[in-house]
């Protein structure tokens, strides 16, 4: 058997031997598809290596095999490589990512009719199913994989089914059962000497202990992991200290709980784990809370919150449902298929000992009959054809409503929900420690509880804009408006954002300059424009709105000394379908809408908008108006 490092080895030689080769024109074409084969199946194997510490290397490697095998048409690497995709994004917290690749390798593997690969895929749904709480759906897709692991005899996979079942059980608060299948994938792991699905097993089996009040198997088990020199594992060594934390918590040991809950957060932020970051934060929330730390209760809330936000929102529930429903449908189409298949084999295995018994003296009777039916079948081929095409254009008028839908559902669930819950949060923690905080801690909550409802406010604002374009119910009366009053106007709302960031801003704009505009339009872009840049502006910082005069047009700027953003990002400010956000300098959400209403209302005035920028050297945003009608 070769080692790890011998195949790496092995495999970065023949990547060597193929960029040489490759540029010799006398090579055939059958040399070439073998050496892109093994150079996909070396970056399918380096992916490995960064799966748990680098999940962005992870996947740089898994998208270079993932090209190489479709331009190719290696339908067996492909799928291999799609399956490790959707583990990448599974690491990561992205669930309705993860499902999609899954899926995807896993109809491949089903077109093949690999047996293990299907076996795999069964497994990775079933995961899938368990982070959704639908567990019976879930321990249904392992007991399917398990089936075909005992008929393969692959010991390795069938340990993963064992060890996802044990996770499925406990979930479902079986916690007997749970250890039963835990222990015998640990039986199996120990035997092949797999270290990292052992120490999975270890955090898996602690988590039980914990349920159980069993706290020194619990502790045994994290510590296991945690004290191991050689194991280094980022993932699970995360969740190892999170189990801890919540360990220590549940013996109202707070201190050690803080301590363990830090280094797990930590550490699942170092490699983007979303739902990591977002289980340690909310363990540290309750720890510091019950500590009577409620600055940082608050702070850690609030980061739960945003990423519970962020994993589970309506759209990514929606997003997973809709890929399990059509994975469910192609089941079923396939079922309905095979069994076509084995009545047209019935019929013809009939037909054929008819033919067989009349013999010739009805073979011209046969043959009439055989042409009318073949008639009968066109017809009803081309019934079938027309169909398709109908159905065809009903799913493209669906998708496009979904897509429309699915916009809608982004914003309102995951966008507008985000500062709802932090004023439902704010609340909570004034109502439940009300009578231990000082008035001064009140009034630094109740200055967030301020900034929230503002931000859900201006995001309602920019949604009835946006609906009232979407239906063409928005009516333009350009007129001549001054300038400078309309800016005092609208700015003055944020004067209270102003000083609780600490920001300077000032106006250098001509008193007299007058443009050709909507009044509710230009206050529209400019009340989004600042809004941007106190987002994006830290503590202490500076915005500016100034104007400059052209023959037959005002220019805007404005300025900030925020943030920056990076140029590949510029482009996708003002797109038309908003999917490029980050969050503010203090956390601040946004729906990217506000951006894309600027440059409809823009367009429609005859101006132009563009942004000037460098990370942290600030931002510039510039757009033109008429002066006069155009």
């Known amino acids: 058997m070769w080692n790890k490092t011998t195949l790496i080895f092995f495999l970065s030689s023949l990547m060597t031997f193929y960029n040489v080769f490759s540029q010799e024109k006398t090579q055939t074409s059958i040399e070439i598809n073998e050496n892109d084969s093994l150079l996909a199946v070396f970056y399918e194997t380096q992916s490995l290596t960064f799966r748990y510490t680098d999940p962005d290397s992870s996947r740089f490697y898994l998208e270079k095999a993932l090209n190489i095998s479709k331009k190719n048409n290696f339908k067996s690497i492909e799928a291999s490589v799609l399956s490790k995709m959707g583990g990448n994004y599974y690491v990561l917290g992205e669930y309705d990512l993860a499902l999609d690749y899954f899926v995807s390798g896993f109809k491949i593997f089903e077109e093949l009719d690999h047996k293990k690969g299907i076996a795999v895929g069964y497994n990775n749904i079933g995961m899938i199913y368990n982070i959704q709480g639908r567990i019976d759906k879930a321990i249904s897709y392992h ?17 993963t089914n064992l060890f996802n079942l044990g996770i499925s059980y406990e979930q479902n608060k079986k916690y007997d059962s749970a250890i039963i299948s835990s222990n015998k994938a640990l039986f199996i792991s120990k035997l092949q000497k797999n270290n990292t699905q052992t120490f999975m097993i270890y955090n898996l089996n602690g988590r039980i202990y914990t349920k159980m009040r069993l706290f020194t198997n619990a502790e045994e088990m994290f510590l296991k992991i945690i004290n191991s020199p050689n194991f280094d594992n980022t993932w699970e060594i995360s969740y190892a200290h999170s189990g801890l934390a919540s360990l220590y918590q549940a013996q109202y040991f707070y201190n050690k709980s803080i301590k363990h809950g830090k280094i797990a957060f930590e550490l699942a932020k170092k490699i983007d784990a979303k739902w990591d970051i977002q289980s340690s934060a909310e363990i540290l929330s309750i720890s510091f809370s019950e500590n009577n730390q409620f600055d940082s209760a608050y702070k850690y809330l609030h980061i739960s919150k945003i990423y519970s936000d962020s994993i589970f929102n309506k759209e990514k529930i929606n997003h997973i449902n809709y890929i399990n429903l059509k994975n469910s ?65 009903k799913n493209k008028e669906l998708e496009k409503l979904n897509s429309t839908k699915d916009l809608m559902f982004r914003i309102i669930a995951h966008d507008l929900l985000g500062p709802l819950s932090t004023v439902i949060s704010f609340t909570d923690l004034i109502l439940k420690h009300k009578s231990k905080m000082n008035q001064q801690e009140i009034l630094e909550i109740m200055q967030k509880f301020n900034v929230s409802t503002n931000q859900a406010y201006n995001l309602l604002e920019n949604l009835l804009d946006w609906a009232k374009t979407q239906m063409g119910e928005i009516s333009i009366y350009p007129k001549n408006i001054v300038i400078y009053d309309l800016v005092k106007m609208v700015t003055a709302i944020y004067e209270t954002v102003f000083k609780s960031k600490e920001l300077s801003f000032t106006i250098e704009i001509d008193k007299q300059i007058e443009v050709f505009a909507d009044k509710n339009m230009i206050s529209t872009i400019i009340r989004n424009l600042i809004s941007n840049a106190i987002k994006f502006t830290p503590k202490g910082g500076s915005i500016s709105i100034k104007t400059k005069e052209k023959s037959d047009e005002i220019e805007f700027i404005i300025s900030d000394t925020g943030v920056g953003i990076d140029k590949d990002d510029i482009i996708k400010l003002f797109d ?55």
């Open 329 to 393: 449908e192609y089941q079923n189409e396939k079922l309905q298929k095979d069994k076509l298949i084995q009545q047209q084999q019935l019929d013809n295995k009939n037909i054929l000992i008819i033919i067989f018994i009349i013999g010739l003296v009805i073979l011209f009777f046969l043959l009439i009959i055989i042409i009318i039916n073949n008639k009968q079948k066109r017809n009803l081929n081309q019934q079938l054809l027309h169909q398709n095409k109908e159905i065809d254009l």
């Open 576 to 630: 038309l379908n908003p999917s490029y956000t980050t969050l503010g300098t203090s956390g601040e959400k946004g729906s990217g809408i506000g951006l894309m209403l600027c440059r409809g209302f823009v367009e429609k005035a005859n101006g132009k908008i563009w942004a000037i920028s460098k990370p942290g050297e600030g931002a510039q945003f510039h757009f033109t108006l008429p002066t006069t009608k155009s």
């Open 143 to 159: 007991k399917k994989s398990l089936r075909i692991c005992k008929i393969i005899n692959d010991s390795t996979l069938m340990a």
